[in-house]
Every structure is written in C-alpha cells, then in structure tokens.
C-alpha cells in the first residue's frame, strides 16, 4: 500500500500542480535529470545525473537491476546526500547539481558480455511538483574477459605458473569483526601474500542503529608504497585491525549493523574494485561517551577532536564506577553546588526559620530543623529527579508560575513583617491547643512546617539544572534504573544541604538571648526574606519593577538602622556603626533610583554606561534570533550550513537564575562575542513550558535550561560539546574555540 501511494502521490501531485506549472515551465524528466552511464571496467560501472538548477533527486530512490543471467550488481557506491525535511517522504536524503553511483558486478563464467542495466530514480522540482518514477534499460558492452579471467590472463603476464591460481576478493582480504564491549568493536583484514590493502579506501558506517553511533577509529600505521594507479601511499601487508569505539545515548543491549568498505591490490599489478561488506552486531549493555578522536580513516561518519563533556562524564561514572566512589563524587559536587546563586537563598530562610524560634532555640533543636529543611529539600530533590530522568517531566518547571511564584513570595513578606514585630503569626487558640501535645512531640512543633517549607523551597526557589544533576538524570534516563541514580541525585542533594545545616545549626548556638539584640537580628533576617522575595519576582516582574524594589528596600532599611538620625552625644561605637552601615545603603538605593532614570535595570551598577549627558550608552551584547519549535531549528541550521556557518543554541527561561548569570556576565563579554562573530546564535525561550518548548528540549535529552547546543558548519550536532549549567565568559570561549576549531 505504501508503495502504491508513493506511485500515485507524485501524479495526484502533477494533477493539482498543473497552473503552477503553467506559470513556471517544467523540464521534462530527461532534461532536469539527464542520465548517463558507462563502462569503467569488466567488474564496474557508473551511472551519472546531471540535475537541473531547481531540482533535486531522492537518494533512497536511486535503484539499479540487472536483466542479464550470470551478471549481478553489488552494493552501489553513493555519496551522501543533503537532509531534506520533504512534505511527501519526510526527512529524506536528497542531491542537487549531479550525482554519480559506481556499481560494482560479478560476473559468472559464460555470462556474456553484455549487460542490460535497468535504473529507476525519481525527484522533484523547488517549485513543489514531484515527477513519477524514471524507469530507464541501458545495453552496455563489457569488456569482452570477464574480471576472472582478465586476471588469470594478466596474472600469466607478470610470470605466475598456472599453479597460482588468482583469488577473489573474500580470499585475497578475508574479513571479520569482534565484539570486544558495549563500546568498543574490532575489524580485521587477513591480507594474503602478495596483497595489500589501501589505509585511505577503509570506511566504517553503522546501519539500523538505535542510539549508537561511532566514535573514535584507531588504524596502525601504514607502509609508504609508490602506487602506480595512486601514487605515493600508505598500504597495509599480511595484516590490520581497527579498534572502533562507539558513542552510546541508549546504553541498554541493542543490535546495529557495520558496513565496511575497502580495496586492495596484488602486486603484480591487478587491483580489485572497491569492495563492501555487512556484518550483524549484537551489543552488550555500554556506558555513555565516545572515542576522543577520529584518526587515520576516511569515515565520513567519524567524530573530531571531542572530549566528553563534563554530564556525560558524571553519567559515565554512575553507569561503570564504584559505587561508592561516585555516591562521595556527587556529593562533593553538591557542595561545590551549595554556593551558586541557585542555592544560597535558602539560606536567610532556613536561618530565619530558626531565628523566629527566638530565646526558646537550643543548638540541639537548631540542628534539628536545619536537617529536617534539608531532608526534605533532599528527598524532593531525588524524587523530581527521578521523574525527571524516566518521563522527562520538569517538575521543578512546573512550580514556576506566576501564581506560585508570587504566594511564594507574598508568604516571605508576611513572615518578614513578624520578625520586624508588626504582628505575631500565631494560629488560632482554638487549634493551638488542640495541636499542643503533637507540638511538644516534635520538639518545638515545627517540623512539620520545616519539611513543608524545604519541600517548597526544592521546588520553587532552586529550579536550576547543573551538570551533576544532568548527569544523573542521563544516567537514569537511559538505563532506566532509579535506584542508583536516585542515590546519586540524594548524595548530591545532601552535599547541597550540608552547609545548610552547619549555619543552621551555628545560628542555634551563637544566636543572642531574649532582648534588644534579639530584636535586631530579628530585624536583619526579616530584611532578608524582603530579599528572597525581590530575588524571585525577578523570574515574573520587569527589570526595572525589580530595580525599584531594591532601591526601596535599601533605602527603607537604612531608614530604620538610623541613617538620617543624628547621632547623640556618648553614643557607642556599635551605633555609629549601625549608623554607617546605614548611610552606605542609602546611598547605594539612592544610585538605583538614579540609574533607573536613566534607563538601567542592574541593582549591581545601576550607573553602567552613565556619561556626563546623562544618557546610558548601549551595552555590547550577542544578538540572539528567536525560535520556539523543532522546525524552527532545523530550518535555521540549514541555513547556516548552506553559508558556511556554525551554530549555537541557547535554552533560556526567566525563572533560570542561570540564565541570568549567562546574559548579564558571558553573552555581554567582548571575547565571547568575538568568538561567535560566525556563528549564528539562536535562543530559544522556553518559560512557558509548553509542548512545543518541551519538544524541544527532549530532541536533545534536555530536562530544562540552562543547556547551550553547537553544530559545525555543516549542520552537525557537536554532541560531545553540550554545555550544561553557568560558565564564565573565559572558559566559555575557550570551550567555543575548541568546539569549533578556532
């Protein structure tokens, strides 16, 4: 039936194309796709299209078949075509301008030496009309010897007895392949005496693949000979082997095909077509990752010069390490974690947690509360991680509505209001007593609100993705197994929750009793939550909303520390240094409303790029081109490839702290930008969440940003190049450098 409709569609198409081809004269199929074939000796022959400006053939569709008895074809030889999204066939391989296919035959003894080729082929025109099937019979004259005999006769020439009888091929370069692991696949040649092999004609090609792809190849060196059909060249005598590594995305046991191509010579001077052959794999289970370097081979599916990134090197070590070892590994990564802009705001929360306690709070229950947070912060973690790796389901994105994110906030507002004494958050006397012997229970009756506030605070206040986390996420979502890399993501989790516990308990020791200094720790932590508040309406609110809010914050609290105060006689030192304190606050808020003003939204350097004008100069920042679909990219990355360009995607979203940290620090750096001059830069915004920004970013295994994707001038992804979590601007160039050769 599909054969049937990919007859019929092209005529169907013909049919209702007809105006359009009126206005737009089509060539008839022999002109937009003139075909010539010729003899190029007894075991080959070529068959030739020269195409049209403004058509193109279907790679898939070129067939050839012989009608002669006793002469068959082998495995035609064809170039790569262009990837071609087709709205009839789908993502096809295509060719413009001409294409050759070299046909090797095998010829029987008495066979004859005519051969009746019969070629089918079929394209299609820009303009959107397909053209049926092309079926052509092509009478061609062989040689009169077929290949066999033509070296028995030459072989009697350069002086062999009629005892040596010449070999074929499968004798004269006997191949086969070892499977040596999941990762790593051995081809071998026994070359017979009196052969040899040419290094520059193997090729490697895996086929029916399923998340395999090669990686490294490693040939010994060859010996330098003096061809006379190639010239000076590198050959190999007696014998060789390839060591092949694979780059596994699907780790589980799997099957793919290799297709080998080589040719080799006798040396008295006959030389043999190039030859192809196909051998079934049956693949182990393997670790994610690839050879580092492609050398010494002709693949045209070989990889460069790729180290495997920092994930795919966490994920390696869940999937092949010691256990052990990698649990301790995740965990130091969590606390190298613990201080990225995605993890320091839970501090002044959970302290602030403890602080409310007041003159009630013990080192022993302060420890207790800072586990209890960091223990559900922990498990919360592990369990959206793990949902994460098997459904690719962001759960964590999910918490960044602007609903969410403003209750969120609202809360730390009100909790920030009682800790500067306004009101008292109490519930009702009626359940307080009800809930009395439950509170005494756990020690102050706050874990239960403890654990809700980290489970939250998991959830909506650090939704960042790093390359430890990718890196488990990978693991879990390729092999399937939550255990381990639940494991990995509940080490790296708790690495994140140590220093957390460490403040929260050190606040429970060092924290001043009851009275004024209470007071005014209580105060500084209720000005903290009023920070973590601001901090996430940055995600919902506009730069210069947010700009405002800080100015005002500021100014307000150096209000209240007594910056416009004067100061009294015999006052102490700690008030004059409330007081200072104070003035620096006011300035710096008055310098964010001046800077807002002028039209800058940094609370960092609100007065960045001021003259004496008063005008703010323009900073230097990449500029981005917008997409939001697979489509979108596919199309933009054709594109570039057709101008010789490479290209960059950016995954970006305004509840990403990362993200920020990308756009104000490394996307604004003159190096990064200099290194990017050919390349386009593509971003793509995916705070909405939607289907078509899931899509997305599960075309590349993506849970959420930040996650920044390169391809090569020739529209290939540089998969070993992904770059997962902030980088500075130095370290970001010199990673575009080396992805893109510069």
């Given amino acids: 039936m599909k054969k049937l409709l990919a007859i019929l569609l092209p005529l169907f198409l013909l049919t209702g194309f007809q105006a359009a081809a009126e206005e737009e004269e089509l060539l008839e199929p022999s002109k937009a796709f003139a075909l010539s074939v010729e003899v190029i000796d007894a075991q080959t022959v070529q068959a030739t299209w020269n195409i049209a400006e403004g058509y193109y053939l279907y790679r898939g569709k070129l067939l050839f078949e012989s009608a002669t008895d006793g002469i068959t074809l082998g495995e035609p030889e064809l170039p790569a075509g262009k990837v071609k999204n087709d709205e009839f066939f789908g993502e096809v391989e295509t060719y413009r301008g001409s294409v050759t296919a070299t046909i090797p035959l095998q010829r029987d003894a008495g066979a004859g030496n005519t051969l009746i080729l019969k070629t089918t082929s079929q394209g299609c025109a820009d303009i959107g009309v397909c053209y049926p099937p092309q079926r052509q019979n092509h009478e061609l004259d062989l040689p009169a010897a077929d290949a066999m005999a033509a070296l028995s006769e030459m072989s009697g020439d350069f ?22 692991d999941g990762n790593t696949l051995l081809a071998r040649w026994t070359i017979a005496p009196a052969h040899y092999l040419y290094k520059d004609k193997l090729t490697f090609e895996l086929l029916d693949n399923d998340g395999v792809s090669l990686g490294q190849i490693t040939l010994p060196q060859g010996e330098e000979k003096d061809d006379e059909f190639f010239g ?19 780790l589980q046991p799997t099957t793919a095909t290799l ?12 030389c043999y077509p190039p030859q192809k052959k196909s051998v079934a794999l049956e693949l182990p289970a393997g670790q994610p990752g690839n050879g580092a370097e492609v050398t010494q081979t002709s693949t045209p599916a070989a990889a460069t010069d790729a180290p495997l990134s920092e994930q795919d090197q966490l994920a390696a070590a869940l999937a092949g390490g010691d256990t052990a070892w990698t649990i301790l590994l995740f965990f130091i990564a969590g606390l190298l974690l613990a201080f990225t802009p995605c993890v320091f705001p839970m501090i002044p929360i959970l302290s602030s947690i403890i602080v409310g306690q007041g003159d009630s709070m013990t080192t022993r229950r302060a420890f207790t509360l800072s586990v209890v947070y960091v223990l559900a912060m922990a498990l919360t973690y592990t369990v959206a991680g793990v949902i994460a790796g098997l459904f690719g389901a962001n759960l964590q994105a999910a918490f960044q509505n602007p609903w969410i994110l403003g209750s969120f906030a609202a809360v730390f507002v009100a909790l920030s209001f009682s800790m500067f004494g306004f009101y008292e958050l109490q519930l009702p006397s009626a359940l307080q007593g009800k809930l009395t012997e439950v509170s005494n229970k756990q020690q102050g009756g706050t874990l239960t609100g403890v654990a809700i506030m980290g489970l939250l605070s998991a959830l909506i206040v650090g939704p960042c993705v790093a390359p430890p986390l990718m890196g488990a996420l990978i693991y879990i979502g390729q092999t399937g197994d939550p255990y381990l890399g639940g494991a990995a993501l509940f080490a790296l989790s708790m690495g994140m929750g140590a ?11 060092y924290l001043p009793r009851a009275g004024g200094w209470m007071d005014a720790v209580k105060a500084v932590f209720g000005v903290l939550l009023l920070a973590v508040a601001i901090w996430m309406l940055e995600r919902i609110l506009p730069a210069s909303i947010i700009l405002l809010l800080w100015a005002l914050l500021l100014i307000i609290s150096a209000v209240y520390m007594g910056a416009i105060d004067a100061i009294r006689d015999g006052a102490s030192g700690w008030r004059k240094l409330w007081k200072g304190i104070g ?10 409303l001046v800077g807002l003003a002028a039209g800058n939204t940094d609370p960092l350097q609100p007065l960045k790029g001021i003259g004496f004008g008063g005008a703010a100069t323009q900073q230097q920042h990449l500029s981005f081109k917008t997409i939001k679909t697979v489509e979108d990219l596919e199309r933009e990355v054709a594109t570039a490839s057709t101008q010789g360009k490479t290209v960059m995607l950016d995954f970006y979203a305004d509840w990403c702290i990362s993200c920020k940290e990308f756009e104000k620090y490394t996307f604004s750096d003159p190096q990064v930008i200099a290194a990017l001059d050919n390349t386009v830069v593509l971003q793509a915004d995916v705070t909405a969440n939607d289907e078509a920004d899931q899509a997305l970013l599960k075309k590349f295994k993506l849970i959420g940003p930040p996650g920044i994707i390169f391809y090569n001038s020739q529209g290939e992804e540089l998969v070993s190049y992904r770059m997962v979590g902030f980088v500075p601007a130095d370290e970001f160039t010199a990673h575009i450098n080396r992805a893109f050769g510069n």
């Fill in 232 to 250: 000076r060249i590198e050959v190999y005598h007696d014998l060789v082997e390839a060591q092949i590594a694979l780059q596994r995305e699907n």
């Fill in 159 to 180: 002086g062999f007895g009629a005892e040596d009888e010449v070999l074929d091929p499968e004798q004269a370069f006997r191949f086969d392949s070892e499977v040596i």
């Fill in 583 to 592: 003035l620096v606050l006011l300035l710096q808020g008055g310098l964010m």
């Fill in 259 to 270: 297709k080998v191509g080589y040719q080799g010579c006798a040396e008295v001077g006959i």
């Fill in 499 to 509: 220093p957390l516990v460490a403040i929260g308990t050190a606040g429970g020791k």
